[in-house]
C-alpha cells in the first residue's frame, strides 16, 4: 500500500525546536518529490515547503523561510521538516504529500502530525 | 497576484448540480489541482490536470479550466460531497510562491 505516515508533532514553548518525521511506504521514495502541508486550527490549507526527488531543489513559503529546513534521507525512505524559532502562529496540522510533476498535484497524504505552540 | 481566490461557501440541493471557481494568474500557466477535506480529515485529491479523477473518485466530479479561472463541478451531489474544497495550483521556478493554496470553499449539501 502506498502512503506515507507523519511523526514527531508535540506541545513545544514558543521560540522551541521540533524535528517532524515523515515515513514512505510502498513506492520509490527517492523518485519523487514531495511537499509539506500544514493547517492552523480552523483555517486553509498552507503550502509550507518543497523539496525535490534528489534534495537538490528546495523552495520555501514566506512565512517559515529561515526557521524550517526541509530535508530527505532516500535511503531511508524518509522525509524532514526541521522547525526552529517556533512561533504561536506555527500550530498547525503538520501534513506531508507526494507530488506527482506531470500536472504538478500531490496524490498521496498523511494523516497529519499535530504542533502546538504553546506557554 | 500570486493568490488563489474561491467562494467561501456554497450550497447545493441533493441531487443538483454545483460548480466551485478559483481564480488567479499562475492558472493561466499551471492547471490546478482539486482537494477535498471533511472534518478530522487529511485532503483527498478529487481532480488533476486538465479534468483528470483518480481512482476511487465518482466521475460526477469534473474539472475545467478557462484563463486565470479553473472549476470544480459536482453533477448529481451526494450527502458525502459535504465538505471543504480546496484548489492548488504551483508557479515557475522563481516565481513565489512555488505553491498556492486556494482560499477554501464550503459545499453544503441541502
Known amino acids: 500500500e502506498v502512503q506515507v505516515v507523519e511523526s514527531g508533532g508535540g506541545l513545544v514553548q514558543p521560540g522551541g525546536s521540533l524535528r517532524l518525521s515523515c515515513a514512505a511506504s510502498g513506492f520509490t521514495f527517492s523518485s519523487y518529490e514531495m511537499n509539506w502541508v500544514r493547517q492552523a486550527p480552523g483555517k486553509g490549507l498552507e503550502w509550507v515547503a518543497y523539496?525535490?526527488?534528489?534534495?537538490?531543489?528546495?523552495y520555501y513559503a514566506d512565512s517559515v523561510k529561515g526557521r524550517f529546513t526541509i530535508s530527505r534521507d532516500n535511503a531511508k525512505n524518509s522525509l524532514y521538516l526541521q522547525m526552529n524559532s517556533l512561533r504561536a502562529e506555527d500550530t498547525a496540522v503538520y501534513y506531508c504529500?507526494?507530488?506527482?510533476?506531470?500536472?504538478?498535484?500531490?496524490?498521496?497524504w498523511g494523516k497529519g502530525t499535530t504542533v502546538t505552540v504553546s506557554s | 497576484s500570486s493568490e488563489l481566490t474561491q467562494d467561501p461557501a456554497v450550497s447545493v440541493a441533493l441531487g443538483q448540480t454545483v460548480r466551485i471557481t478559483c481564480q488567479g494568474d499562475r492558472l493561466r500557466r499551471f492547471y490546478a489541482s482539486w482537494y477535498q477535506q471533511k472534518p478530522g480529515q487529511a485532503p483527498v485529491l478529487v481532480i488533476y490536470?486538465?479534468?483528470n479523477r483518480p481512482s476511487g473518485i465518482p466521475d460526477r466530479f469534473s474539472g475545467s479550466n478557462s484563463g486565470n479561472t479553473a472549476s470544480l463541478t459536482i453533477t448529481g451531489a451526494q450527502a458525502e460531497d459535504e465538505a471543504d474544497y480546496y484548489c492548488?495550483?504551483?508557479?515557475?521556478?522563481?516565481?513565489?510562491?512555488?505553491?498556492?493554496f486556494g482560499t477554501g470553499t464550503k459545499v453544503t449539501v441541502l
Open positions: 490536470g486538465k479534468n
Open positions: 523539496i525535490s526527488s534528489t534534495g537538490n531543489t528546495i
Open positions: 492548488n495550483s504551483r508557479d515557475s521556478n522563481g516565481n513565489h510562491p512555488l505553491y498556492v
Open positions: 504529500a507526494r507530488l506527482l510533476v506531470t500536472y504538478y498535484y500531490m496524490d498521496v
